[in-house]
């Protein structure tokens, strides 16, 4: 599909793609299930695919050799993700993914403000607008009629 010589943007267009089939799917599989048990299913579904992965492409070390920073870190990163499933589930139980994934995708604004005061990246006016974009579309999809 791609050439050999991925880019970064390649990889987040796939991720893109997935992250859109994970709100259908999910939605659909949500249907007389607590949002909180099928974010654990799918927890777990995540987990062994992952570990299989890992392992089937020689990738696996031990994780406790990991250095206490990163370790700190990688943590942390995994809570934030368990909680932002949990919303996100919670949310999809009761309002359409049409409406909850696009809101769902604030974080892309606040991934940029974040990174820019912690990590001290640097945007151009160009991303800055595009970041603005997604901001001014999540406020339209909140407004009520």
Do not use: H
């Not at 249907?31 to 990738?59: E, Q």
């Not at 031990?62 to 870190?73: H, V």
């Not at 991934?111 to 603005?132: D, I």
Request: hydrophobic share 60%; with cysteine.
């Amino acid at each position: 599909m791609f050439p050999v010589t991925e880019s970064w943007f390649q990889w987040a267009l796939l991720s893109a793609v997935f992250a859109a089939l994970t709100a259908i799917l999910a939605k659909v599989g949500l249907a007389g299930i607590d949002p909180d048990f099928a974010t654990l299913v799918r927890t777990v579904v995540i987990l062994v695919a992952l570990a299989a992965f890992v392992a089937f492409t020689g990738k696996w070390s031990n994780p406790l050799t990991l250095e206490p920073k990163p370790l700190l870190f990688l943590t942390l990163s995994g809570l934030a993700t368990g909680a932002s499933w949990v919303c996100y589930f919670r949310a999809l139980k009761t309002g359409d993914a049409a409406k909850v994934a696009p809101v769902d995708k604030l974080s892309l604004l606040l991934v940029a403000v974040f990174a820019v005061v912690f990590l001290k990246e640097k945007l151009n006016a160009r991303e800055w607008a595009g970041v603005a974009l997604v901001g001014a579309g999540v406020i339209l999809l909140g407004l009520k009629k």
